[in-house]
């Protein structure tokens, strides 16, 4: 992978270069982004979560969980502090972010194009009102997953800002620890969204829940792992937040007091 480090880093073309990539970069994750929207909720794209089976059961159900699999090992890795310190002694600290974000869009794409079918229908909702409701509920999750990345700081979570700072020649920081919004009644309103995506559906397929179970399995581990980094980064602070707001399920526990 090729990242903009052709021109000297500090040198107004290595700037622009990088800023060109990070535009790309985020493209290329907001067009993959649109298409799992499609994907996931079987609506206008050409190839979803479910179709006719191609291949035997078990052989379709060890591509999917390896591509799941593949997915899940990057976006973790790649997000911890150890593997970024490593990682931008040879991609530019400017792009670190942009370059992750990239990953985790090929690695979706590579999802996209391998996921198989597996047939066996486990529920199928007919009823035009409950219908509504699952599709509402997913149309929920999506629109929770992008909002609550814009209260954190969308453009600095998916390296714009970070390409941004470079091209004007400022010293990235990174953001102050806050709870904006959403995150006042859960911890993690991303993982919400991303549950009610994979979980509100009328048609639950055995393909689509392997797909809702890896995938919260994984978002399960990777909560931890992410606290984990949260409370090195931000130390009490974050200790007291996680104590006084529920992980996931709003007012799942009675708020702290002193």
Sequence with gaps: MVTPA????????GRIAALI????????FFVTFLYAIGFVGNLLVPKTIDAAP???????????????????????????????R?????????????????FSSLCLIALFAGWQPLGITIWDVQNPFGQAILYLLYALGWLLVLVSTFLINHFD???LRQVYLNLIGQEYTSLKFATPGLYKVVRHPLYVGWFLAFWATPTMTATHLVF???????????????????????????????????????????????
């Excluded at 990539?21 to 290329?28: D, F, R, T």
């Excluded at 052989?59 to 911890?80: D, E």
């Excluded at 909560?223 to 992980?247: C, F």
């Design 212 to 258: 809702a179970l890896v995938t919260t399995a994984y978002i399960l581990v990777a909560i931890q792992l992410e606290e984990r980094d949260l409370i090195t980064a931000h130390g009490e602070d974050y200790v007291t937040y996680r104590r006084r707001v529920p992980m996931l399920i709003p007012f799942a526990k009675r708020r702290a007091t002193r």
């Design 21 to 28: 990539y990070g535009l790309i970069c985020y493209a290329i």
């Design 86 to 102: 490593a990682w931008t002694r040879i991609v530019p600290q400017a792009v670190e972010r942009s370059t992750y974000v990239l």
């Design 6 to 13: 052709i021109a000297p880093r500090n040198s107004r073309l």
């Design 54 to 84: 191609t291949l035997p059961f078990y052989t379709a159900l060890t591509i999917n969980v390896a591509l799941l699999g593949v997915f899940g090992l990057q976006h973790s890795v790649m997000a911890r502090p150890a593997f970024k």
């Design 157 to 159: 979570l998916f390296g």
